[in-house]
């Protein structure tokens, strides 16, 4: 991992246009800076300081904000965000980030990001993006070698991962795997009298 160490510092600008307003992103009603953009110059002043001096395969991502928005910002005015790393523990970095417009100072607080390995990061993303794939109540008993009704008692009282649609219950192929890897069967007998293949 790349030596990155405490007082690295970024910073990112930006005109404000109407399609940086509050009334523009449907943050609030007015035409000044919206709370999410000046956030965003923040994150991004903070992404600028320390990406460059990554190793090759990492960026860093931001996992954490707590952020003052003091005052506001018309449109046609420049604001320029400030993101200092005061602190680093592993591939957690600590930044002190305000913003400022021509007049005043706008937002401060502090934002931490996360230095990810991106390959790794892009792989469990793909993962995440595939679809469920979804069993009936009769299918899912089918595939446990239980009755519906044991499976839809089981899934009423929690005991075994499920979710209704409508009036419907469904069953995550991956969630009942992993339920059976992880003891499942065993648990559902601790939970109801009633012999687990009944």
Do not use: C, Y
Request: no cysteine.
């Amino acid at each position: 991992m790349a030596n990155i160490e405490s007082g690295l510092v970024g910073k990112a600008e930006l005109m404000v246009e109407e399609t940086h307003t509050a009334s523009h992103l449907g943050s609030g009603g007015v035409e000044v800076l919206a709370t999410p953009v000046m956030i965003a110059l923040m994150e991004d002043a903070a992404r600028s300081s320390v990406d460059s001096k990554l190793d090759q395969g990492q960026m860093s991502v931001g996992v954490n904000l707590n952020v003052s928005h003091l005052a506001a910002t018309p449109v046609g005015m420049r604001v320029t965000a400030r993101a200092e790393l005061v602190a680093v523990d592993g591939r957690r970095l600590t930044f002190k980030v305000e913003a400022r417009d021509e007049r005043e100072k706008i937002g401060e607080g502090t934002h931490i990001r996360a230095i990810i390995n991106l390959d790794r990061f892009m792989a469990r993303l793909q993962e995440k993006a595939k679809p469920k794939r979804l069993l009936t109540l009769a299918a899912a008993a089918e595939l446990l070698k239980i009755s519906p009704e044991i499976l839809r008692r089981h899934a009423r009282n929690g005991v075994i991962p499920a979710s209704k649609e409508g009036r419907s219950w469904r069953f995550s192929m991956s969630e009942l795997e992993e339920w059976l890897s992880s003891g499942g069967p065993q648990v559902a007998m601790d939970a109801d009298t009633s012999p687990w293949g009944k």
